[in-house]
């Protein structure tokens, strides 16, 4: 078990009263591993500071505004690559395969390539399987770091991090294609809705047909948010 991709989730999870109460834990883990660099472990320590001293308040509609309300910044992998088109089901189908070869039963509401799952999943690989599949992420990786860094926000220090143990680059040619596209505003909501609006795909005629495992995650993707997050939304 590497309890650092496991910190490293709960770091990149909606933040909470619990989440404020296990700073210590979390940094005495990224300091007892070692799996990230002295530098890294010291910037993610600026974020835990920032959990710790923040109002939940303020720290759980900071989080809204830039992961569900910022389409650029979106902590669903495949939607940067796929976007909400057919590919994407196909490919969260081929992941939670590989979550199941790895002896990893997804539960709870998130699809399978939110990030923290994936972190979740990894903290039960050898490092060296974990850093092939962060590479398999890398460009989505170096550009949720490259547009945080750019935003100031603690985050950033979390993503340079992931992307850094998948060897990641802003050169990659994926990586450059995604930068080049413009950054959200979280609270322009009009320009959001008609981004959203653009995005929706029909899937199918009949939802209760075909593969149970694809028909669970599009209905997951039709999911409204928590009530908790959807309250911090607004």
Same mark, same amino acid.
């Given at each position: 078990?590497?309890?650092?991709?496991?910190a /490293? $989730?709960a770091?990149?999870?909606?933040? $909470?009263t619990?989440l404020?109460?296990?700073?210590?834990?979390?940094? *005495?883990?990224l300091?007892?591993?070692?799996?990230?660099?002295?530098?890294?472990?010291?910037?993610?320590?600026?974020?835990?500071?920032?959990i710790?001293?923040?109002?939940?308040y303020?720290?759980?509609?900071?989080?809204?505004?830039?992961? #569900?309300?910022?389409r650029? /910044?979106s902590?669903?992998?495949?939607?940067? @690559?796929?976007?909400? $088109?057919?590919?994407?089901?196909?490919?969260?189908?081929?992941?939670?395969?590989?979550?199941?070869?790895?002896?990893?039963?997804l539960v709870g509401?998130?699809?399978?390539?939110?990030? &923290?799952?994936?972190?979740e999943f990894?903290?039960?690989?050898?490092?060296?399987?974990?850093?092939?599949?962060?590479?398999?992420?890398?460009?989505?990786?170096?550009v949720?770091?490259?547009?945080?860094t750019?935003?100031? =926000?603690?985050?950033?220090?979390?993503?340079?991090? @992931?992307?850094?143990?998948?060897?990641?680059?802003?050169?990659?040619?994926? *990586?450059a294609a995604l930068?080049?596209?413009?950054?959200?505003n979280?609270? #322009?909501? !009009? *320009? /959001?809705d *008609?981004?959203?609006?653009?995005?929706?795909?029909?899937?199918?005629p009949? &939802? $209760?047909?075909?593969? &149970?495992? =694809?028909?669970?995650?599009?209905?997951?993707?039709?999911?409204?948010?928590?009530? !908790?997050? =959807?309250? !911090?939304?607004?």
């Amino acid at each position: 078990m590497i309890v650092t991709f496991k910190a /490293l $989730s709960a770091l990149l999870s909606y933040p $909470s009263t619990d989440l404020q109460a296990a700073v210590p834990e979390i940094e *005495a883990v990224l300091q007892k591993e070692a799996v990230l660099p002295p530098d890294d472990c010291a910037a993610i320590t600026v974020l835990l500071q920032h959990i710790a001293s923040t109002d939940i308040y303020a720290l759980q509609e900071a989080y809204v505004l830039l992961f #569900d309300r910022s389409r650029t /910044l979106s902590l669903n992998l495949f939607e940067h @690559i796929h976007g909400e $088109s057919r590919d994407r089901g196909g490919a969260m189908v081929d992941l939670l395969e590989t979550y199941r070869a790895g002896g990893f039963d997804l539960v709870g509401p998130e699809l399978p390539d939110h990030l &923290p799952v994936l972190l979740e999943f990894l903290a039960t690989q050898p490092l060296v399987d974990a850093q092939d599949i962060l590479a398999d992420a890398g460009p989505i990786l170096t550009v949720l770091a490259e547009r945080l860094t750019r935003r100031d =926000s603690p985050y950033a220090a979390v993503l340079t991090a @992931i992307a850094a143990l998948g060897r990641a680059t802003v050169k990659d040619g994926v *990586a450059a294609a995604l930068l080049a596209e413009p950054d959200d505003n979280p609270e #322009d909501l !009009a *320009a /959001l809705d *008609a981004v959203w609006e653009e995005a929706q795909v029909t899937f199918a005629p009949d &939802p $209760s047909a075909g593969c &149970p495992i =694809s028909r669970d995650i599009l209905a997951k993707m039709d999911a409204p948010l928590s009530p !908790a997050r =959807s309250s !911090a939304a607004q």
